[in-house]
């Protein structure tokens, strides 16, 4: 079966510092990838997609970037955070054509 | 992708149906309807799609008015579980990944 990786779950980090997120999918091949961010008491907000490796697709420009090193690897990732980069981040898969998208646990990120 | 509005908070009684509406009065007609629902501090959970017939699964009921304007989310038998933010999403097919935006959903709290 097919499971999804986040880490780490929680996360502090000072303002300016660098990011790195981490998302892996195991038990399938080359699914199409995505990372989400959710602020408090709000909805997702979809920042990257990627259907292959290399392949990456921004939807909203801001001082994040991610990067899809391996087929089932993906990884969101800042030079320099803001206090408005806090929140719930999360990655997500899907196959071709289907019309889920299974999400991992999710990253709590707190930028202070 | 069309807009979609639901209430922001709902009230059920354990046991009972849950009917979750949702309008998508702009919605065309290669767009699907899709619920997802987010447990707090958990990942989205795919429940249910449809195009215009109405769907059953083991979690939910999905009734499509005739029009497509709008959509109702059935939980037959609510459970405790059951309480959670509910995600009413239109959106077309795509050929590579499906790009999901979500709005802010309902908060559906279901009561013992």
């Known amino acids: 079966s097919q499971t999804i990786h986040q880490w780490p779950a929680t996360l502090v980090q000072p303002v300016g510092s660098p990011l790195s997120l981490e998302c892996t999918v195991e038990?399938?091949?080359?699914?199409?990838l995505y990372w989400y961010r959710q602020a408090a008491g709000r909805g997702l907000q979809l920042l990257f997609y990627?259907?292959?490796?290399?392949?990456i697709s921004s939807e909203v420009p801001q001082n994040l970037s991610a990067s899809r090193p391996q087929d089932r690897q993906f990884i969101l990732s800042s030079k320099k955070l803001l206090l408005s980069d806090s929140g719930f981040y999360l990655c997500a898969w899907s196959h071709g054509e289907s019309y889920e998208q299974y999400f991992g646990p999710g990253t709590r990120l707190t930028v202070t | 992708d069309a807009k979609t509005t639901q209430p922001p908070s709902m009230d059920c009684a354990e046991g009972r149906a849950a009917n979750l509406p949702c309008n998508h009065s702009?919605?065309?007609?290669?767009?699907?309807v899709y619920w997802y629902r987010q447990i707090h501090s958990q990942g989205p959970q795919y429940i249910i799609h449809?195009?215009?017939n109405n769907e059953t699964n083991e979690m939910a009921s999905l009734i499509i008015t005739e029009d497509r304007k709008s959509s109702t989310l059935i939980l037959p038998h609510a459970t405790l579980r059951d309480t959670a933010v509910y995600y009413c999403i239109v959106s077309p097919r795509q050929t590579s990944g499906s790009r999901l935006t979500f709005g802010e959903g309902t908060q559906l709290t279901v009561n013992p």
């Open positions: 038990g399938t091949s080359n699914p199409n």
């Open positions: 990627s259907v292959g490796i290399g392949q």
């Open positions: 449809g195009l215009k």
């Open positions: 702009t919605i065309s007609g290669n767009e699907y």
